[in-house]
């Protein structure tokens, strides 16, 4: 079996999350408009069909953590339509009794 060893430190630390059948090479900060993933972690500027940059990744990320911290999505809907107006308006609420045992910092970094 080969084991993937990182050859430094910053690869050690560095976090890549990637779906191989949408990875492409790009220059970083150019734009990209296609409308394509799972909407439920989808950017709002994917969402709406704009243009986007990799910053729309740490979007992803946000939601993913969310879902981590209370086992549940930000934004739910079995409608896809109202599923992409909910993350359009971008509320997102810590309210609930599973916010309550999530320390501070955490809910920040989301």
């Not at 069909?49 to 979007?59: A, L, P, R, S, V």
């Not at 879902?67 to 609420?93: N, Q």
């Not at 999530?102 to 970094?109: K, M």
């Amino acid at each position: 079996m080969l084991e993937a060893r990182p050859s430094s430190e910053d690869e050690l630390f560095s976090i890549k999350v990637i779906d191989y059948g949408l990875a492409a090479l790009r220059t970083p900060g150019t734009t990209l408009c296609d409308e394509v993933g799972t909407t439920d972690f989808m950017s709002p500027q994917v969402v709406s069909n704009g243009k986007y940059t990799e910053k729309c990744d740490i979007w992803s990320l946000g939601v993913i953590l969310y879902t981590l911290l209370v086992g549940y999505p930000p934004f739910k809907s079995k409608s896809e339509a109202k599923l992409a107006r909910e993350i359009m308006k971008g509320e997102v609420c810590f309210d609930s009794d599973e916010w309550q045992e999530v320390s501070d910092d955490a809910r920040d970094l989301v």
